[in-house]
């Protein structure tokens, strides 16, 4: 590769970090719906026309910024389960992990307003998406399924009669998950589907929480995350 290349290779990478700095800034002042390539380029001192080469479209700016803040907030979990010494102690791991997916999400409330609020009128995320949005997920999965084949986890609690087969509810996330945590899920349906439970909760808590659906029936909200997010490894077997 020539200098030449390697210098423009650089100077890509610095406009498009600066333009995704200023769609994000933008997030911020209008929200997602109305997120405008013309508004970026006058942010970033670039004509309109310019923006189009890195981005072609407002919806491959808005993909752009939903693969940034999905891999944060993963980074930001990842990070907070690694710092964990003892990986045998799979309740701390699990706590670390939600403790920091809600620290993330309180410092960056309008990029998980992107992440997980209302949807984009006309914008419908691609596959792209994907293996970023779950990386969360995908790390508590690991967690559970540790303690479980360490025998550190008692076992969950069994569905009442009636409840379907998780393996079919289930099949493409233990498929799915499975394959990016190198981990055999068969024998854990049950488990796999308790977690996705779980993980939805996490989550409609934290936007209860942000969007301010928990005023007037919480007064401590962190406290309120921790012991919910603590309770539900109760429910998944941790002790």
Known sequence: MTV???????????????????????????????LSLRAVARDVGMVSSA????????????????????????????????????????????????????????????????????????????QDTVMPATRVIVRLVEIIIGAHRSGSASATTTPPTGAADPGAVVADAIAYIAERSQTDLEAFPELVMRTLMVWSTIFGTLSFELFGHLKGSVNDFEGYFEQTTLRLAGDLGLA
């Open 51 to 126: 923006v189009y080469r890195y981005y072609a479209s407002r919806d491959e700016l808005l993909t752009a910024l939903l693969i940034a803040a999905y891999d944060e907030l993963g980074e930001a979990a990842e990070a907070a389960d690694d710092a964990i010494e003892d990986r045998t102690d799979h309740l701390a791991r699990w706590m670390a992990t939600c403790k920091a997916t809600r620290e993330w999400a309180i410092e960056h409330p309008h990029d998980y307003a992107l992440l997980y609020g209302s949807p984009v009128p006309g914008y419908a995320a691609p």
């Open 4 to 34: 030449a290349g390697t210098a423009r290779e650089r100077a890509r990478k610095e406009i498009t970090a600066e333009i995704l700095a200023a769609a994000r800034a933008q997030l911020r002042q209008v929200g997602p719906g109305e």
